[in-house]
């Protein structure tokens, strides 16, 4: 069966040249029996496009394990076969992380084959398009607040800052601690994106300078825990910032993989680090956090959430738009 995919290939260098491997994205016609080996065939509905996916696909980040592979690391469609009894023909099903777009073809697909135990059963609360506005970026934030709360971060503790507060992650984490009560700071340098993340729910929105933040090891304390995209100094600050036994969850490294903190925050203030690996989240924690969606987690706003849903054949320009910051929220892909 044929079908149109976004496949990442490696170019080599020839031998005698001097020129570094390239990383370069192309749409092509291809079979199903191409694809890497699973006993699940899915044909995709939608996907979306992470900054995970940019840096893989325009070989801005060393992402993907082998070449070539289809980009994509979430995917919501219905079950075209399947070698396992559990799953029939018909079937909604969503899967993200999971090594998809990086060890194995990923969602940017017309189908996928995957490994059954990946794969979620989408929940009535939604439908495909919906869990896509979802993905991997508010799985995540789901993810994130979830640990959180298991370490028990209470809305009585002070506000929860989000950095990177208009990126994929961010968006649904604002709008999320919103409705679950919680007084949120979002952090953002773009100031057009202030009446947005005021939408989602946000509290204040803020730049770096206006949050007050010292360069102590040990500073006054400003916020009842955090959700952090962008890694570096700034947080390092948030956490010499964070109140008595609140939770810092790390997830992203946008400004820079370094931490330089001191340990005072963790052996006086009882400061909790938490990091956040959507990919290899086990699978019962992941299943539980998607079915948690439309219940002890509420829908998100998907509509104010998507800046854009684009169809498979335009989405090669969108990559580089991504990581440059030209959008915000979630970027969706029709892939039908």
């Known amino acids: 069966m044929s079908f149109l995919a976004c496949r990442v290939f490696e170019n080599k260098k020839l031998e005698n040249e001097e020129k570094e491997s390239k990383i370069i994205h192309q749409l092509v016609q291809m079979e199903t029996d191409e694809l890497t080996a699973g006993d699940v065939l899915i044909r995709v509905d939608y996907s979306s496009i992470n900054y995970k996916d940019a840096l893989a696909a325009s070989g801005r980040g060393k992402i993907m394990k082998k070449f070539p592979l289809n980009a994509g690391i979430d995917l919501a469609g219905v079950v075209e076969h399947s070698d396992n009894p559990s799953l029939n023909q018909g079937d ?46 508010g799985f995540t934030a789901a993810l994130a607040i979830h640990r959180m709360q298991v370490n028990d971060q209470k809305p009585e503790m002070g506000p929860i800052v989000v950095t990177g507060a208009s990126g994929g992650v961010g968006s649904i984490a604002v709008n999320l601690l919103s409705k679950l009560g919680y007084e949120v700071i979002a952090l953002t340098s773009r100031k057009s994106m202030h009446d947005y993340l005021y939408e989602l729910g946000a509290n204040q929105v803020v730049s770096e300078e206006e949050l007050g933040m010292s360069n102590k090891p040990l500073g006054k304390a400003l916020f009842g825990g955090a959700i952090d995209n962008i890694g570096g100094k700034t947080l390092s600050k948030i956490i010499a910032h964070t109140q008595l036994w609140g939770n810092v969850a790390s997830i992203g490294l946008a400004q820079s993989p370094d931490l330089e903190a001191k340990v005072f925050p963790f052996i006086l203030r009882g400061v909790s680090l938490l990091g956040i690996s959507s990919t290899n989240c086990p699978m019962p924690l992941r299943t539980k956090i998607w079915h948690q969606f439309g219940k002890e987690l509420p829908l998100p706003d998907f509509e104010t959430i998507v800046s854009k849903e684009i169809v498979l054949e335009d989405v090669s320009p969108y990559f580089d738009e991504l990581i440059d910051k030209k959008h915000h929220g979630r970027l969706i892909v029709n892939c039908q």
């Open 92 to 137: 909604r099903v969503l899967v993200n992380g999971c090594g998809i777009g990086e060890q194995f073809d990923g969602g940017l697909a017309q189908f996928a084959r995957v490994k059954s135990e990946w794969v979620i059963k989408i929940p009535e609360a939604y439908d495909a398009r919906q869990a896509m506005i979802i993905g991997t970026a």
